[in-house]
């Protein structure tokens, strides 16, 4: 057994059972009033839960009224959102316009099914990006900054900033050192460098495509043409599996070589993340 | 309503079939959590839901007494900083660990003692298995004296990424959001933790490099 599984077995060791009269403590306290889609989206929610539970007690054996809230719409907005990648800036404007990226990707503890257009069915629940698009895929747009730093959600830009520039110059250091000589090198590393390099900047497709040529070169690298990435694009996905079991995908452009999302499947089969790039667009400096 | 998909031949008239209805849908922890602010009642609900899994990970590190005051404490801690919680997030588990995991923090002395403790009572010579299950749960026995001995010598922020991942199932971004550290510093923290329990294992320690 390795290491991981030995914690575990040595965490089920120390466990203890809740007793039957765990404590819940008193919740109360000030109110406040909901205004906006939080307020609706938890009517929707709250109402949604009563409606459906009286629905499956119908008495009269047939077809109960169903509470019908498929993820299919929500994939439907974001293919209409995405554009054509043969139409994307070819490379990133040394002076001008940034590239603008906008990305969808499932939340924190979505586990989308394996099933393409039926994702996160089960946590499906009422969120908002800053464009109103409602959904269980959260929607971010961000900036490629120039050379030297990584592209960060609005958010945690700053701490990003301070963060990934180091990064970003050991990566192009050791993608060299990949090109030049595989052997000694640590797989997963060198995949989850040349992943990192496509997804934080946009390089001139020649570069693109020579990342993707070090990506199928890869040790344990799998590569398959025909595949399709969680909104049913064709792509061509370069797969690995660390040693714990997780399989990593990266979605390329077969045309382009343009990045287009990545995927994270647990050892136990589960889809715990994944992402679609929807947009490169240039735009003016903020 | 689901619909079973049928042959596309026009030569079969059948229509679709209807599959069971979708199941009740619960509101989300996000969900829940937006409502509280309003309804202040409803926290109870993740107290119902999460509290068994908080209590059975905390027990882990600081014991049962210990536990049950830290939970108890971090759905209190939850329910002042409720207003700031991000609806995005429809599971709300990674945050209540992230909140406990702070609290476990002022028990350090115990947990590494409750450790500790553990490694010296269970230092016993192996015996001989006669199947491979048996050797299997040997093996883990055995192992675990010497895993609870590094556990009690790891950093206090090495122990709660590698806890997180191991025993409460986070992922590295849960893991990241629930302690506000950035990715690249989990699997740091992590690497060097796994580092320390593979050498306890007697694992080349480099292999995970």
Redesign the interface.
Known sequence: ?D??T??????R???????SG????E???R????RGW??L??AA??T??TL??P??LWPTGE????????GDGHVAALVERASDPSAWPSADPSDGPQVVVTQADT????APDATPYRLCRE?????ADAEGLAG?A?VTTSRLPKPGHMRCPGDSAD??DA?EPA?LADLVKELRDLASNTAGT?NA?AFRKVHLALFSTLREERTREKLADALALIPGVTTDADAHDWIGRPVTSYAFTTPDGVRQEVFLDAKTAHYLGSRETSAQGKT??TSAVLKLALADSP | ??LLPTHNSSDNPDPPV?LA????????D??LI????????L??VL??RH??AL??HV???V??EA??DV??ET??VA??KR?RYD?????A??WLYGIATRLVARHRREETT?YRA?SRAHTSPSVAAEDERVV?DL??VS??PS??AA?AALSQGDRDV??LI??ADL?Y??TA?ALSI?V?TVRSRLNRA?RR??AA?G?NPLEL?
């Open positions: 057994m290491d991981m030995e914690l575990r077995t040595l965490g060791t120390l466990e203890h059972a809740p007793p765990l404590s819940r403590p919740f109360t306290g109110t406040r009033r909901l939080p307020a989206a938890v929610a709250l949604a839960a459906t539970v629905a499956l077809s109960a009224p169903a509470v019908s809230q498929t939340p924190d503890g979505c946590a499906a629940h009422p969120v269980w959260s701490r990003c963060i990064l640590d590393a715990v993340y | 309503m689901t209807p209805p979708d199941p009740p849908r619960e509101p989300s996000g969900a937006v409502a509280s602010r309003e309804r202040p009642e926290f109870s107290f119902d509290s068994g209590y059975r027990s882990r590190r014991g049962p536990a049950e939970v108890a759905f209190l329910f002042r207003g609806p995005a997030y429809p599971v588990l990674p409750r553990f299997t093996t883990a192992a675990g895993l609870a556990l590698l806890l191991a025993w992922t971004e849960e959001r950035p690249g796994r329990t593979r294992l694992v490099d």
